[in-house]
């Protein structure tokens, strides 16, 4: 009898271990195209995002969601939204931030789309985007798609051999918020695009890299939490908490900024299609000085990122980033998980190959306008219009006060005001704000 060459065993041996894995894959339910979580070089794929809505007393979202506080970084590109109404964007999806974890040098294509809305920045660049800038249809149907992107692991060399060879992310101020997204594990992104102003040959093409895919949108869609507030002198301000969702919502924070100081309190889980009344004085602890009472809100904010799935170092990078707007802005919000379910119909992403594991938490934020703020917004619009110069200039400042959540505002006091002159005074305030002045 002949026999076998060492190396034939080795051969049979690989193609008997090959087949025995694509075996137990199927037998376990793997899906075609799945990496099994066994794979001897996995890629881990994890985001996190908030989606900003305000509420008015009746629990409805308000239209005009669209402005933002903090200034991107000038390398981030950016869409304008001029062929869709603002009003009709109810939904601030606000930088979700897509990381990837490797051993190994690798290639990925990315795509997000989102299906109720238009999705308006990026970074690094995209090598196809929709619908096209001219598009005057319905804000729907938009996508980012990333064909090529290069995937280098954080532990392939040291720092500042990245940077004597250029492959680091471009550099921002000590103020900008974006500095806390990069404060990760995370590989490093490559994305090779196309500079068509380039005056030499040698800059037609750049390299951009970054610690995460970054991308932010407005949509028209519903989020599962509805909250209507009500008040009365004995027991204050009432929240009525509606989840309109078939999963139940996770991770619920109350948070109320007043001044210079702070009161939060952690809520239950709100089951599948639960309501709840909430009495706000009652519930919150009390107050407590920003310096002390952040820290201990961001601390058990992380903690319950943690348990949705994020990694410690992704969690308090997401809180760091939203510490000034969650935590230390004046208001009265909720936040909670959004169920993934729902992140995966509002904003589906393609990865190829497809990760070992893909981890999406979204922060769902609502700005709560109880009836004492929707009356002191209307009065004041009716101050706009007062004869004496102080009143007038103290209700530009207060409206000014409100920040990007002034064009909601606004919405609202249209809704709720009874005086023509107080709707049309708001209708000009509106058409101002839209022109950008």
């Not at 989840?243 to 001044?259: I, R």
């Not at 009652?282 to 903690?303: F, I, N, T």
């Not at 700005?367 to 004496?388: F, H, M, Y």
Request: glycine share 8%; aromatic share 8%.
């Amino acid at each position: 009898m002949q026999t076998l060459n060492p190396r034939w065993w080795k051969v049979l041996g690989a193609c008997l271990g090959l087949s025995l894995t694509l075996t137990a894959g199927w037998c376990y339910g793997q899906k075609p195209g799945e990496r099994s979580a066994q794979t001897k070089h996995p890629l881990i794929v994890h985001e996190w995002g908030t989606f900003l809505s305000v509420q008015g007393s009746n629990g409805e979202a308000l239209g005009g969601m669209v402005d933002s506080d903090e200034v991107l970084p000038l390398f981030v590109e950016e869409r304008g939204i001029q062929a869709w109404q603002r009003s009709m964007m109810s939904q601030k999806m606000e930088t979700p931030v897509t990381y990837f974890y490797t051993d190994q040098p690798r290639d990925v294509a990315v795509r997000v789309d989102m299906p109720k809305g238009v999705l308006t920045d990026w970074f690094p660049a995209v090598r196809n985007f929709g619908p096209d800038l001219n598009w005057k249809g319905s804000p729907a149907g938009s996508f980012l798609d990333w064909t090529v992107v290069h995937l280098t692991p954080s532990s392939t060399a040291p720092p500042s051999k990245k940077e004597a060879a250029g492959l680091t992310p471009p550099p921002v101020g000590p103020e900008q918020i974006w500095r806390f997204a990069r404060q990760t594990d995370s590989a490093l992104v490559r994305v090779r695009s196309v500079n068509p102003k380039a005056v030499v040959r040698e800059q037609l093409v750049q390299d951009q890299f970054e610690k995460f895919l970054f991308y932010r949108g407005l949509g028209t869609f519903t989020l599962p939490l509805a909250i209507r507030s009500t008040e009365s002198a004995q027991d204050g301000v009432h929240l009525v908490l509606q989840n309109n969702d078939s999963q139940p919502l996770h991770g619920l924070f109350a948070v109320s900024v007043e001044g210079q100081n702070i009161r939060f309190a952690a809520l239950d889980d709100l089951a599948t299609r639960a309501r709840r009344d909430v009495a706000v004085g009652s519930l919150l602890s009390h107050p407590l000085p920003l310096q002390e009472g952040v820290v201990q809100v961001k601390s058990r904010v992380a903690d319950a990122l943690v348990a949705a799935g994020l990694y410690a170092k992704e969690a308090q990078a997401m809180v760091n980033t939203w510490e000034k707007s969650y935590f230390r802005t004046a208001g009265l919000r909720v936040i909670y998980t959004l169920p993934r379910s729902m992140v995966d119909g509002i904003i589906p992403i393609q990865v190829t190959p497809a990760p070992d594991s893909l981890v999406r938490v979204m922060v769902g934020r609502v700005e709560v306008l109880t009836p004492a703020q929707e009356r002191r917004l209307e009065q004041l619009v009716i101050d706009l219009g007062a004869s004496e110069f102080a009143t007038r200039e103290a209700a530009t400042a207060g409206l000014a006060r409100l920040g990007r959540i002034g064009e909601p505002c606004l919405h609202r006091v249209l809704e709720m005001t009874k005086d023509p002159e107080v709707r049309a005074r708001a209708q000009v305030l509106l058409g101002k704000i839209a022109a950008g002045n």
